[in-house]
């Protein structure tokens, strides 16, 4: 089920609101992302016409079965069990000769992005993050194994974007074996894969274990997906927009203020630096994004569901882990935005940096 499909079953259940008036990527997108409690479709944005942005798919528990499949009733015990079920059943992804994503190429000069519609998503954000639901797919340079991961980037130019997250995290371990033989670390990042994805990119997987498997499990069928043209890495043929690139080695670059999960704007200042070499989208695109900062928030619903079945994890000490993993089993959602403000380094992370601790 790619975004368009996800978004048409919306529709049909009824959870699913369309902002057709003008409404600013600056600041405005965001305010109405936080305030409402539905998954929106944004239609004209100020300065894109044509484009599309869609937000908070996942801040309902109704929502969250939709994105798996279920029709949006499924009470949240028989929802548990299914994801147990499937959980047991792993699905190697496929590889085909192109898809969707190639539709529209962008290279060279050409390449911008801010040719997409990227919100500024809060007043307490330094700039514009095109990087908030999206998926990180790299490949550790010494045994090809894949990573998906979840990590914000803020654009900084028309051809580059910080990535941050922790040295700790499998991205940063495969970017250290790369930087370690002088090389550059291919990454892809894309934006709007169907949810599966982004569940198995959000959740807490054993290094080394290949979370396209996850995302086959979690949605019956494996992932499809095509080889990149300018980087070793292959991505889901049905996503909305494909950025190729590359982190550059020996390199450190600024990231933040961002509005983080805990509601507080925080600084990496050890972010790596993403160099895009190709841009592609489907036709009429659609940017997938998220508003954070606030304990109703699409990443705090996601966490909660991936605690009850043993996908989420922190890190930190045991005894932490228990207690946010308690804190989000229970839905007390703002106590868990209190750990993350009052915590040591183990909890001060950005909703993106999934697995890892932060700075």
């Known amino acids: ?12 259940e009824g959870l699913f609101e369309e902002i057709s008036r003008p409404v600013d990527w600056k600041y405005e997108l965001g305010e109405i992302t936080r305030k409402q409690r539905v998954p929106l479709l944004f239609t004209q944005i100020k300065d894109y016409p044509g484009h599309r942005v869609f937000t908070n798919g996942m801040v309902l528990p109704e929502t969250v079965r939709v994105g798996l499949g279920l029709s949006s009733k499924t009470d949240m015990g028989a929802l548990l069990d299914e994801v147990r079920r499937r959980l047991q059943k792993p699905l190697a992804p496929r590889i085909q000769e192109t898809g969707p994503i190639f539709e529209n190429v962008r290279e060279g000069p050409r390449m911008d992005l801010l040719s997409l519609p990227v919100p500024q998503w809060s007043h307490r954000d330094a700039g514009r993050y095109i990087g908030t639901w999206h998926v990180n797919v790299s490949r550790d340079p010494v045994d090809g194994t894949y990573n998906l991961g979840v990590y914000r980037m803020q654009v900084l130019g028309p051809r580059q974007a910080t990535l941050s997250t922790s040295p700790k995290s499998h991205l940063g371990m495969h970017f250290a074996k790369a930087e370690k033989m002088g090389q550059p670390l291919e990454v892809a990042t894309v934006i709007g894969a169907g949810e599966a994805v982004a569940m198995a990119a959000a959740a807490g997987y054993p290094c080394g274990k290949d979370e396209y ?17 300018t980087i070793g890495v292959a991505v889901p043929a049905e996503a909305e927009i494909l950025l190729e690139g590359y982190l550059k080695p020996g390199v450190r670059v600024v990231d933040g203020p961002y509005l983080d999960y805990a509601g507080l704007a925080n600084t ?20 997938r994004g998220a508003a954070v ?5 699409e990443d705090i619903q996601l966490f909660s569901v991936l605690s009850r079945v043993g996908l989420f994890d922190f890190h930190g000490s045991r005894l932490r882990r228990a207690l946010q993993i308690l804190m989000l089993r229970e839905k007390l959602f703002r106590p868990f935005q209190w750990a993350g403000r009052i915590g040591p380094g183990m909890l001060r992370r950005t909703p993106s940096e999934k697995k890892d601790p932060s700075r």
């Open 1 to 12: 089920m790619d975004l368009r499909a996800f978004i048409d079953r919306l529709k049909n």
């Open 213 to 229: 498997e996850l995302a086959g499990a979690l949605e019956k069928r494996p992932v499809q997906l095509v080889k990149c043209r």
């Open 268 to 287: 990496n200042p050890q972010a790596y630096l993403f160099e895009v070499t190709r841009i592609s989208h489907r036709t009429n695109p659609i940017f």
């Open 293 to 297: 900062g606030h304990p109703q928030a």
